[in-house]
């Protein structure tokens, strides 16, 4: 008997030279697995199924895991806002702990001792689904071709060559992953600084060129629905998003920061929905949460985002992490009003019955309904009390001007 192992495969360049390398070179009985997180549409999914059996495959799954990656991570990114450096959404990141999960799964389902990944060794991948494989299932072993023999992609492309694998190497140029969450992009560009991602390395091409004005509806928090539309899935409601907002070529950019693994990284990405509602929901929260729930959710949610991305997902620190941001999100409902254009988008104002911008004690900077003048200079007394005393007793500090 051959020995069977699982193989995360996403039909790109990195997977498919694994099943390749592990079926000829190791003598592996090599069976597949997608672990579909929202960005894959069916006809999608089974070109990467008949791909896989080309390949050389022994059986091939399409594992559904949308609903639980919403469920279990994407809410509490959307009640953090959560952006890594203010600028990336945490797309793949966050969905990597999902697939890993769903990989182990499916190993001890069909008895596989090995579980197999595409990861580089210079990347930030390998340590997700390392960790989480050996976290839940220490006792299945783990194989990474690409990361042992230090490949680059042009060494993979030559090796499935001579094996007579024929592809689309020009557009394998460019690792992409793709989630209800987000898309990742990577290719020569993004391996310098300096360079930009050209227009074609995009999945999503600029189609509009006028502006459309919509409205998105949050409940408690969450993303409901779209110009008076509610959806009760709320993954549906991110895509319908989607639809609208990527022919604008919104949510594109470069996301620079610091991998697990200590270096700088850089990766370009298209996330029109998810910087949409987190922006959206953002200025929501600033009309209906105290200064203080703001306060504390900003360094919570930091915290959040950054064990997401270091792959520290199953830290139980996290579950409290994440009762504290849904109970902050019990007044957050109301509608969110945003106009949409060319790389780009606006948001106009907010509606909500928990608005605390209320004109019923007054209208910043005009007029002062639940307060008098001589209120406020009492209170500015009080307020100075501490500074007075400071620079009294420290009479020789000078003041700052």
């Known amino acids: ?122 990347g930030n991948d390998q340590v997700r689904f390392d960790l989480t494989f050996q976290v839940l299932a220490p006792e299945i072993k783990i194989l990474t071709p690409i990361r042992d023999l230090s490949l680059s992609r042009e060494e993979e492309i030559d090796y499935l060559k001579k094996h007579g694998v024929d592809d689309d190497y020009i557009k394998m140029q460019y690792s992409i992953n793709q989630g209800v969450w987000g898309t990742s992009i990577g290719g020569k560009e993004t391996l310098s600084s300096k360079e930009p991602l050209p227009e074609e390395a995009y999945p999503r091409q600029l189609e509009e060129t006028g502006f459309k004005d919509i409205e998105l509806h949050f409940e408690k928090g969450e993303f409901t629905g779209i110009n008076n539309t509610k959806y009760s899935n709320r993954v549906e409601a991110i895509q319908e998003l989607e639809k609208l907002a990527a022919p604008f070529a919104i949510g594109r950019d470069i996301h620079v920061g610091d991998t697990i693994i200590g270096i700088k990284g850089r990766v370009g990405f298209e996330a029109a929905a998810p910087l949409i509602i987190i922006k959206a929901h953002h200025l929501l929260e600033k009309h209906t949460l105290t200064k203080w729930q703001m306060y504390w959710k900003e360094q919570l949610s930091n915290w959040y985002g950054m064990f997401i991305h270091e792959s520290q997902y199953l830290d139980p620190v996290m579950r409290n992490i994440e009762t504290f941001l849904e109970s902050s999100q019990e007044n957050v409902t109301g509608s969110v009003f945003v106009r949409l254009k060319p790389y780009h988008f606006d948001l106009q104002g907010v509606e909500s019955e928990h608005d605390l911008m209320s004109s019923a004690f007054g209208e910043y900077g005009e007029v002062s309904k639940a307060w008098t003048g001589d209120d406020v200079k009492g209170f500015t007394n009080i307020l100075a009390n501490s500074l007075k005393i400071y620079y009294s007793v420290n009479k020789k500090k000078k003041k700052p001007l």
């Open 1 to 122: 008997m051959k020995k069977k192992v699982v193989l995360a495969f996403s039909g790109g360049l990195d997977t498919s030279y694994c099943v390749k390398y592990l079926s000829i070179e190791k003598g592996f009985n090599v069976y597949t697995a997608i672990a579909n997180t929202g960005g894959f549409s069916k006809e999608e999914l089974d070109e990467i199924e008949k791909k896989a059996y080309r390949l050389g495959s022994k059986g091939h799954v399409t594992i559904d895991v949308t609903d639980t990656y919403y469920t279990k991570c994407i809410r509490y990114m959307v009640f953090g806002n959560i952006l890594r450096n203010n600028t990336y959404p945490v797309s793949v990141s966050s969905e990597r702990i999902f697939q890993a999960m769903a990989i182990i799964a499916h190993a001890r389902k069909i008895g596989a001792a090995y579980v197999a990944h595409g990861s580089t060794g210079a």
